[in-house]
């Protein structure tokens, strides 16, 4: 069982360039979300999704857009990089309800 | 979701017990209160959640007050692997959205 699964695991972007941030789960979770990491701080909400076609915006959304296809993936795309984005970005998977999540190891960007 | 406050740091021995306070005096009726763990640079791992009765699973026990304002998290024989930092999270039902404050780090040592 794999659980949550992040890729790539690290990565380097020049401004203005754009990417997509891959996560993937095999435990059939209804609730996926994307969270930032900055140096000191806790981790912010950047959008979640509570099933395939359903997507929300969370704390900190402005640069980042999502969609959810299917139930497995949950891609984070970055349209145009800024510096402001390097951080350490991690994805996560929940059943519905009142359960715990599972979180991916991470993608640690850097824009230069 | 209600405001946590932890104490940002703490020692423990290992093989002693870990006692990690939080505290939610304003947390509503319908918010559970979950614990997560960060090692260093890993994803958070979740541990236990709480909605009033105490808890037990294989990594730790979860204890919360009768009034609901307070809980603990027991680490019931801490090891260097427990070296970490912890978050304590109320999170009402239905919510999507993990608020994480800056913890406790937790220091294990031998």
């Known amino acids: 069982n794999a659980g949550v699964t992040q890729t790539p695991k690290f990565q380097v972007l020049k401004t203005g360039q754009s990417m997509t941030l891959q996560c993937a789960q095999d435990?059939?979770?209804?609730?996926m979300s994307w969270y930032r990491q900055d140096p000191g701080m806790g981790l912010r909400l950047i959008h979640y999704?509570?099933?395939?076609?359903?997507?929300d915006q969370g704390e900190v959304p402005n640069g980042y857009n999502v969609s959810r296809s299917t139930t497995e993936d949950f891609p984070l795309r970055l349209l145009s990089a800024a510096p402001s984005q390097t951080s350490v970005y991690f994805c996560?998977?929940?059943?519905?309800?009142?359960?715990?999540?599972?979180f991916g190891s991470g993608t640690r960007l850097t824009v230069v | 979701d209600a405001k946590t406050t932890q104490p940002p740091s703490m020692d423990c021995a290992e093989g002693r017990a870990a006692n990690l306070p939080c505290n939610h005096s304003t947390i509503s009726g319908n918010e559970y209160v979950y614990w997560y763990r960060q090692i260093h640079s890993q994803g958070p791992q979740y541990i236990i959640h709480?909605?009033?009765n105490n808890e037990t699973n294989e990594m730790a026990s979860l204890i919360i007050t009768e009034d609901r304002k307070s809980s603990t998290l027991i680490l019931p024989h801490a090891t260097l692997r427990d070296t970490a930092v912890y978050y304590c999270?109320?999170?009402?039902?239905?919510?999507?959205?993990?608020?994480f404050g800056k913890g406790t780090k937790l220091s294990v040592i031998p």
């Open positions: 999704s509570v099933g395939a076609g359903i997507t």
């Open positions: 435990m059939n979770h209804e609730y």
């Open positions: 999270i109320a999170m009402g039902a239905g919510s999507y959205q993990l608020t």
């Open positions: 996560a998977s929940s059943r519905q309800g009142n359960y715990g999540y599972t």
């Open positions: 709480g909605l009033k």
